[in-house]
């Protein structure tokens, strides 16, 4: 398959991440633990119930713990510790912290090897960077309004677990996507612990409520993990670290479009940066010379 192609399929997970704001929304007032539970198992078993029907499935399960420590510490961790810092600083003042992921996925990939960054792969993402910032404070401009505090911390820490897991999943290149399902079913387990320990129980009240979760557990906290992890190990990963500044974009224009939010000034002029710097970073991919090879 071509890089491109790898590179398509990587950002079809970040086109399923725009929903997910709208989804949790939807979702009703399930508690964070106990919603990843819920909507991880429904992800693992999603890629868990095609083993039956696939020869050398299960047996991708064989991995070193090296893998596994790396899936479960991306998916669980992550999630572990934005929740957190959720808790202990203002939800804007954390999301614009965590979203500095695809700014440090694009500069830890340099180090990769067959990867080489250059100055417009940064100028791409340091565009989408502006376009986040301006979706995110509604171009009301970001400070820390109570000073930094454990939960910005936990927050810039949210930033290097997910741009260190994507760029780490390329070093494991050889391993098999199926991987991932297991991943997502330990995560499951691990975050139903949590939501024993910190967290009282609130099911979903209605029809409504029930198929958020559900579609939670199939797009963005399902296949995406499966799509995104194909891309990393085989696609340009520059070109998706730059191209994942769209995610909260096209959260924002489905909140719009749902009668969530409003369409503002901010939307579009992050619309404008958000595109231009993927259309930047990915310069090589989109207007490569006849005869050139992806």
Request: charged share 5%.
């Given at each position: 398959m071509k890089r491109s192609t790898a590179t398509l399929i990587g950002f079809t997970a970040v086109l399923m991440w725009a929903l997910l704001a709208l989804m949790s929304a939807a979702s009703?007032?399930?508690?964070?633990?106990q919603l990843a539970a819920m909507t991880f198992l429904i992800g693992g078993l999603m890629g868990a119930v095609t083993w039956p029907f696939r020869k050398g499935a299960v047996q991708a399960l064989r991995q070193s713990w090296q893998v596994w420590l790396l899936g479960v510490a991306g998916l669980f961790g992550y999630h572990f510790v934005y929740?957190?810092?959720?808790?202990?600083a203002p939800a804007v003042e954390v999301s614009l912290i965590a979203y500095l992921w695809p700014l440090f996925l694009v500069v830890f990939s340099a180090f990769l090897p067959g990867e080489k960054l250059r100055l417009h792969h940064v100028?791409?993402?340091?565009?989408?960077?502006?376009?986040?910032v301006l979706i995110i404070t509604r171009g009301k401009g970001f400070s820390l309004a109570e000073g930094f505090?454990?939960?910005h911390a936990l927050a810039f820490l949210c930033s290097l677990i997910?741009?260190?897991y994507s760029v780490l999943s390329r070093r494991f290149g050889t391993v098999s996507t199926d991987v991932v399902a297991g991943f997502c079913l330990i995560t499951a387990l691990l975050s139903a612990i949590c939501h024993a320990l910190f967290e009282t129980t609130v099911w979903p009240a209605d029809i409504t409520q029930w198929?958020?979760?559900l579609g939670l557990g199939l797009l963005p906290v399902g296949a995406a993990f499966y799509t995104w992890d194909y891309g990393v190990k085989q696609?340009?990963?520059?070109?998706?670290?730059?191209a994942s500044y769209a995610s909260p974009l096209l959260s924002t224009l489905v909140l719009v479009v749902a009668g969530y939010a409003a369409f503002t000034w901010p939307v579009v002029a992050a619309c404008l940066?958000?595109?231009?710097?993927?259309v930047v970073a990915a310069k090589d991919m989109l207007f490569k010379r006849p005869g050139g090879s992806i």
């Open positions: 009703g007032a399930v508690p964070p633990f929740f957190s810092a959720i808790r202990a100028i791409g993402v340091l565009l989408g960077l502006v376009g986040a505090t454990a939960g997910w741009s260190g198929s958020a979760v696609g340009d990963i520059m070109v998706l670290g730059a940066l958000i595109t231009l710097g993927a």
